[in-house]
């Protein structure tokens, strides 16, 4: 079984930065890419950021210029990085995981979520 566990979440003033971890842990033989969604109120989950490896980053046009996704592999966490936030970004941020288990069974895991909330 794998788990995701988020962390780094809360209110922040517009333009204030907020750090944002996901630890994966359980019986991972792999992993192939990890990323950040969100969902803000009343609208779909999207995609915010996504890492294959250092060099292998793709980024949503929201997110360009201000957060920074990174992994570190030998803990199996991933990062979100968030500066100079907006009223916007407010959404509950999802970790996501693909990942293959020790029973060579490959499966996209989520998170519980962490609000985000920024104020005007």
């Known amino acids: 079984q794998v788990q995701l566990v988020e962390s780094g979440g809360g209110l922040v003033q517009a333009g204030g930065s907020l750090r944002l971890s996901c630890a994966a842990s359980?019986?991972?033989?792999?992993?192939?890419?990890m990323g950040w969604y969100r969902q803000g109120p009343g609208k779909q989950r999207e995609l915010v950021a996504t890492i294959i490896s250092v060099s292998s980053t793709r980024y949503a046009d929201s997110a360009k210029g201000r957060f920074t996704i990174s992994v570190d592999n030998a803990k199996n966490t991933v990062y979100l990085q968030m500066n100079r936030l907006k009223p916007e970004d407010t959404a509950i941020y999802y970790c996501?995981?693909?990942?293959?288990?020790?029973?060579?069974?490959?499966?996209?895991?989520w998170g519980q979520g962490t609000q985000v909330t920024v104020s005007s």
């Open positions: 359980g019986s991972i033989t792999h992993i192939y890419d």
């Open positions: 996501n995981a693909d990942i293959q288990t020790r029973t060579f069974v490959r499966t996209v895991y």
